[in-house]
């Protein structure tokens, strides 16, 4: 953790590495603590724990860090700011009404869901969705470590002599 | 060579579009020493501006220009500014086909005869046969670098997504399984090289194994001498004299200059939206409703083939994304009959996506997240994909219109493109969509899952060919009814759109285009 992230609340600290695990390794790929957080989140700890926490829910696989998360929504803060700010904030009262605890607070990840379902017809929703579609899976730092996808390929040559006719199929 | 014409030379043929019915006609005009003019709205790209990069891709070479989607289908919401993937750069939409090459079948020329009359459907015989367009199905095998029969280059070796598919169709029962025709090289054929299955043939093929206008046609009409491409062209409209005769198209270069180049006949091949747009631009005193659409059928029967993918989710890693991106065909439901439920038929096309395209094509829809979707994800490597090509049919309120308020950045209306269901489509895409499941099922697979439509990737029909001209814009030449000198080039020539990819025909199409051209030509009719 880096030393601003250490002057946060307890509460959020924890809040904040929830992915856990996946700070460290993250299928296979070493991250240093400090790229965990992007600048501006550090400046703006509730704003980046609300959209981390969304950004989970939406789309959410457990072994990917933290920053590949956050990384792709930290534009969203500037060119979104109000919408954001609004966004999460109406969450927050949807969650307290509901659940009686702000949206990053509430357990259960189908509880969590269930508030985003109603709130996924709007502009702030899809706003974070659609700007996380492109910016967690056009990462290719992600690519060949979790989802054993391997990108460019004429660089080496295609995959003449490296697998594309190499399924045995045994399993029938 | 860098030929170059003057704006006033009126002894050109102005060619609008530089994909594949364009390109084709402009590089056989060539070979027939016709002199050409190609005004091709996008760049010019090199060979290594061709990444494995699917966004980077789509970004770099796709018509973005306004458009609006509209019709009750789910593309009105998830892409409602991108009713089509269609490419904008010389080479036009062949730089990112997939090279799946299949001929027509003669019963899919003759759908009205064969079909009758179908409650909200707008059927039509073509005014030519299989067999009219037959030698000319082989001239564009040869010339595109077909594998199969009329070059002699053997089919690919099946990639891992194929051999998936194929053991659960075998086990429904399915025998026509090919991974050909495909106009990628499997050997060197016509000075270029073979695939190196890298995958990516969507975003362009680096090697040009596939091809594309853009580094055959193109560069070998240029270097004869008699055709001069422009980049960053965008034909605006259409001029005529007063005896109704196509004269000039006007058209703003890249820095927004406007030109007029002058014209003995024009043929126009900027694909099934642009085409019709741009006649209807032409607008006039002499033609009011728009050039050569006295039939009032300019714009209309639009289709866009009934389609569909399922990916199923197999017990071991497939790796769909090595080798080509679409593998496999099978054809066993393509042909016509209707106890099946619907009238038309459907091809199986083997298919895969990166990771990038995949996570945003899944479920578009507004609800489309959450662990449903990422569950998938996490096993992307594990997945097998199939796209069903459907035959829809010409509906006349499916198609083209210009917006009343909205403008482009040339001051142009704005496209409406509007597309709908007919009952038919629906009850054959189901079909497709059920026996893709169990072909899936039979394989093995853990889990079977549709993903719905994307932006349209076969466009046609928008100025269909017709015996009369009441019932359509183009006779069986490509040549307008109601003004000699003035060609439709493309796929929006169609008069109904078969159960197969439309580019070979388009091909077959504009080479027997550039024949009859040059015989009028030489006739002094045009
Ligand atoms: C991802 C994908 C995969 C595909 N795979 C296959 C396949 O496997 N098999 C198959 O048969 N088909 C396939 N297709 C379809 C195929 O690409 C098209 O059918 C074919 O390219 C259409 O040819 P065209 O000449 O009508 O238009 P295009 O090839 O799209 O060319 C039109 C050109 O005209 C230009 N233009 C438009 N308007 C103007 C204007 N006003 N002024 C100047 N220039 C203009 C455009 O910029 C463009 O370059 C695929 C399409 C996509 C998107
Ligand atoms: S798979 Fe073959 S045809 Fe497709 S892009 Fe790669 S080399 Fe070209």
Redesign the interface.
Known sequence: MTTSSRTMPLSRRRFLTLSGQGALVAGGLALSAGSLWPRWALADPDLAAGLLRMGR?????DAIADTYYLTPLEPLLNSHRALIAEGLADLNRRARDTYGKDYGDVTE?TDR?ML??EI??GDF??TV?GTL??G???NPEL?EPY????????QR????Y??????V?D?? | MATRFDYDDDSVVVIIGSGAGGGTLAHALAKKGINSVVLEAGKRYQMNDI?????EMFKKISWLDERITAGPRQLTDTFPGLPAWIVKAVGGSTIHWAGVSLRFQPHEFRSHSELGDIAGANLLDWPISYEDLEPYYVKAERHMGVTGDSTGMPYH????NF??LA?GAE?IGYTQLRSGPMAINTEQYDERGR??????CMQGC??GAKWSTMYTDIPRAEASGYCEVRPRSMALTIEHDDKGRATAVVYADGDGNRHRQRARAVCVAGNSIESPRLLLNSHSSLFPDGLANSSGQVGRNYMTHATSCIFGVM?????M???TTFAGIISDEARLDRSRGFAGGYTLEVMSL???F???FMDPS??G???D??TA??K??HLSGVWICGEDLAVEKNGVTLHDTKKDQHGLPVPIVYKGDHPNDVALRRHGEQQATKCYEA??AERVFQVPDFPTSHNVGTNRMSARPADGVVNQWGQTHDIDNLFISDGSQFTSSGAENPTLTIVALALRQADHIAERMQRQEI
């Open positions: 829910d939406i789309y959410p696989h990840e869901a985003l379902r996924e017809d929703f899809q969705r579609v492109v967690l899976y056009d690519w989802f054993g996808y391997q990108g460019s390929s004429w040559g295609g995959y003449l490296r697998g594309f006719d190499d399924l199929i399993w029938l | 990444e494995n990069d699917e966004w070796q099946w990639n891992n051999k998936v053991a086990r695939c190196m299955q890298a995958g990516f680096r090697f017990p071991k890693p497939v790796h994304h090595r080798g990166g990771v990038p995949f996570a945003k507004n609800a997240w959450g662990r979707i990422t994800l996490d992307y490597d394989a093995g």
